[in-house]
């Protein structure tokens, strides 16, 4: 199945033409419904990367140069991508993050 594809009919929860957690529900929405004005829909970082590997800012599960040229591009600025902890600031705490998890991810 790929994106934009229709999830065939019946399935999940094992029943008739699904298995089990296979497939899940999300509505679709056209980028001029009425809920999104005014609201920013700019895609954000994943939320979630599993298992999570600390300061893998590029998702190539290896924490090494690329990673830090991206904190540096980001250095002093709000940008979500590079501030590792959160915090609103890509800064030294941020590279302290990456260094300690410099190296291939488990
Ligand atoms: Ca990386
Ligand atoms: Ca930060």
Not at 58 to 80: E, F, H, K, P
Request: proline share 9%; hydrophobic share 30%; aromatic share 10%.
């Amino acid at each position: 199945m790929n994106q934009g594809e229709n999830p065939p009919s019946g399935g999940g929860g094992g029943g008739p033409g699904g298995a089990p957690n296979t497939i899940f529900r999300a509505e679709r929405y056209e980028p001029d419904f009425d809920g999104f004005a005014g609201k920013d829909l700019t895609p954000g970082p994943p939320i979630e990367n599993y298992p999570f590997c600390s300061g893998d800012l590029n998702y190539d599960r290896m924490v090494d140069g690329a990673d830090l040229a991206m904190i540096l591009t980001n250095w002093d600025t709000s940008n979500q991508i590079a501030d590792l902890n959160g915090d609103g600031l890509v800064d030294a705490a941020d590279l302290g993050i990456l260094f300690a998890g410099w190296g291939p991810c488990d």
